[in-house]
């Protein structure tokens, strides 16, 4: 059974960094595709970025330049690296991962700005 596990969310100054983890058991990630996503009060779920089983990373706009995806396929672990937070990036964040037979999600961590 394949299951997300993220962790890493909490309450930050705007201009602060939190890393997001996710650790994922009950399959082998390393040629999995991987990514985060995020759903904000009363708004529809976002891709925040991507990384491919090679590598190769691609951010959202919104993100880009402040967030760093990352992937460890030795701890079977998927990382978001976030800084200068600000009050647009407050939300649920979830971890996903696309395989053929269906997209796997983590229960999610929240993420709070204070101004």
């Known amino acids: 059974q394949v299951q997300l596990v993220e962790s890493g969310g909490g309450l930050v100054q705007t201009g602060g960094s939190l890393r997001l983890s996710c650790v994922v058991s009950?399959?082998?990630?390393?040629?999995?595709?991987m990514g985060w996503s995020r759903q904000g009060p009363g708004k529809q779920r976002e891709t925040v970025a991507v990384v491919t089983s090679t590598g190769y990373t691609t951010h959202a706009s919104s993100v880009e330049g402040r967030f760093t995806i990352s992937r460890d396929n030795a701890k079977n672990a998927l990382y978001l690296q976030m800084n200068n937070l600000n009050p647009a990036d407050p939300a649920l964040y979830y971890c996903?991962?696309?395989?053929?037979?269906?997209?796997?999600w983590g229960q999610g961590t929240q993420v709070t700005v204070s101004s």
């Open positions: 009950g399959t082998n990630l390393s040629r999995a595709l």
């Open positions: 996903s991962l696309p395989t053929r037979e269906a997209t796997y």
